[in-house]
């Protein structure tokens, strides 16, 4: 391979192969993610990508506060949906302590996890599209994300790291208005979500930018640790929520939307339909939530029983699975996260190779990664 | 701090899974054969404990045979107990909807183990991840590059002789 530069005199005929860096500050990296491209012209002919900028080692952290307060650093995980975070880790505490929480947290935290996965899928619409050349569909879908996070706020008292869900059931109950706010949040919410669909989902320019582009085969999605909407754009109807039902999902009416062929349209395209399920899961909750206490326990210092025990769940990104492992006393021995985007860009070699620069950019958000997931 | 015990399962606590884990237990006891395989429970989750130098071939039949078809590997997680590290793997069979855990325990001088990349491509990063955090040496790894730690980092700071909280507060 030769490199471009020093004193050879290029001739129009010779063959050189660019190396191209690609980040830590790329706005198309939605992070601190650095690739290495070798490209031939356009073609992309190998990639290697570059994580652990943003390493800020929550695990081992974790292992140094108490268990109430390792909450706020699985907010700081995958920062676009906290509430989905926060719940995986109280539901691993309160599994290995066998407890049941109240029936009204339990429809609290659906309706809240569920309309932070439209947000987080309104966020990956609206920059999706900035990476496929889109500019307008990011002021619609950032309308309807601050919509949910004025909810958020009114609900928790801030709009991200909310710190919401504890062990046990909830920090406090919602407040009086919640029914109303919802009525009307929801409202707009189905308008924010058909407006930005019929926006870019069929739009020419979009569908030629993505329709075909990055397509991977199940087998091999599957092989690489693939989960959530990006497994499902390949075809296969897997959804935690269905197969092994937690919390309150068993009685909900709802589909689980697939793709066909594993693109970059059909992994947009599932979130899209994602988001129209999680509010059909978010009216039939509001209209069962039943009144009552929204915590199970008094204030006191938690130590589960000594053992370990794994729990999986489904984020907006795919699935997330938290291994906790207790000795006995009020601070975790060992947190590991299973982060689901850490999977899907585990593929993005095999996914560019081959591909143009600019179609890297849009396999890249098709992935949706969050880079505080993916580094911890 | 003491160090958890998590040896040595009694038959009470089997008779805490499920039928679909028992049931799941005994198959995988028969696909690995004559392998030497302890049977236990991770709460409410089916667990086996084999041998560091065999996990690639028990990876593999797990994975490639019909009765089980572990076509995902979901997590690997290392722990340090201090006296040995512990390698968790949790593997996900999506059409027979179960999931098992195989643990591997490893001497804490020196943690090696044959790497299961080849049988799932999931693995290599968090096989490079747990070199990165816990020094475990995965034998035929085909990149083991840090991942998450920069070049020349000293030490592996997932374990727990780590110093960590040890600064200033001003």
């Known amino acids: 391979m030769t490199t471009v530069g020093g004193s050879e005199e290029l001739q129009s005929d010779q063959h050189v192969d660019l190396m191209l860096n690609m980040g830590p500050q790329h706005p198309s990296t939605h992070g601190v993610f650095r690739m290495l491209l070798r490209v031939d012209g356009e073609v992309v002919l190998d990639a290697e990508p570059h994580i652990g900028y943003l390493h800020r080692g929550s695990e081992k952290l974790s292992e140094g506060e108490q268990y109430n307060q390792v909450i706020t650093l699985f907010d700081r995980l995958d920062y676009i949906s906290n509430f989905n975070n926060e719940w995986v880790y109280c539901r691993a505490v309160e599994r290995l302590m066998g407890l049941e929480i109240p029936e009204r947290a339990e429809y609290i935290r659906v309706i809240l996890g569920e309309l932070n996965r439209i947000a987080s899928h309104l966020l990956f619409l609206g920059t999706f599209g900035l990476d496929a050349g889109a500019m307008t569909p990011v002021m619609f879908s950032f309308r309807g994300r601050e919509r949910i996070q004025a909810l958020f706020e009114a609900v928790s008292g801030a709009r991200m790291m909310h710190n919401y869900f504890h062990i046990g059931g909830l920090k406090e109950d919602v407040p009086d208005n919640f029914p109303q706010l919802m009525t009307k949040l929801l409202s707009e919410i189905w308008v924010d979500v058909e407006e930005c669909d019929k926006l870019l989902s069929f739009n020419e320019v979009f569908v030629a930018r993505t329709k075909g582009v990055g397509a991977i085969d199940l087998e091999t999605a599957i092989d690489y640790g693939w989960t959530g909407p990006c497994l499902r754009a390949c075809g296969l109807e897997y959804d935690v929520r269905r197969a092994e039902p937690y919390s309150l999902y068993d009685r909900f009416d709802f589909d689980v939307p697939v793709g066909k062929d594993g693109d970059c349209w059909d992994r947009y395209f599932v979130r899209v339909l994602e988001m129209y399920q999680s509010l059909v899961i978010i009216e039939q909750a509001l209209k069962d939530m039943p009144p009552g206490p929204v915590m199970a326990l008094g204030r006191r210092l938690i130590r589960p029983p000594k053992g370990d025990v794994y729990v999986r769940a489904e984020n907006p990104r795919g699935e997330i699975g938290v291994y906790l492992v207790s000795d006995g006393t009020d601070k975790p021995y060992r947190v590991k996260v299973r982060p689901p985007s850490f999977c899907s860009l585990s593929a993005l070699r095999h996914l560019v190779k081959g591909a143009y620069i600019a179609d890297a950019v849009v396999i890249l958000g098709s992935l949706d990664i969050v880079l505080g997931e993916v580094d911890r | ?170």
């Open chain 2, 1 to 170: 701090m003491t160090t958890v015990e998590d040896k040595g399962q009694t038959d009470g606590e089997l008779n805490a899974l499920s039928q679909k884990g028992q049931d799941l237990l005994n198959t995988v006891t028969r696909v690995l054969g004559s392998r030497q395989v302890k049977t236990g429970v991770l709460l409410d989750r089916p667990q086996i404990s084999v041998d560091p130098q065999e996990i690639a071939e028990v990876c593999r039949s797990l994975k490639d045979d019909p009765r089980t078809s572990f076509k995902t590997l979901l997590c690997m997680a290392a722990v340090d107990y201090k006296e040995y590290i512990q390698m968790v793997y949790f593997l996900l069979s999506m059409e027979k909807e179960y999931t098992l855990a195989v643990k591997v325990d490893l001497p804490y001088d020196s943690p090696q183990l044959p790497t299961i990349s080849g049988v799932w491509r999931a693995a290599d990063w968090y096989e490079r991840e747990a070199h990165d955090l816990f020094g475990v040496e995965f034998e035929g790894h085909p990149d083991p590059s840090p991942l998450l730690l920069y070049e020349g980092f000293e030490g592996y700071p997932g374990r727990k002789e780590f110093p960590f909280h040890e600064y200033d507060e001003y």
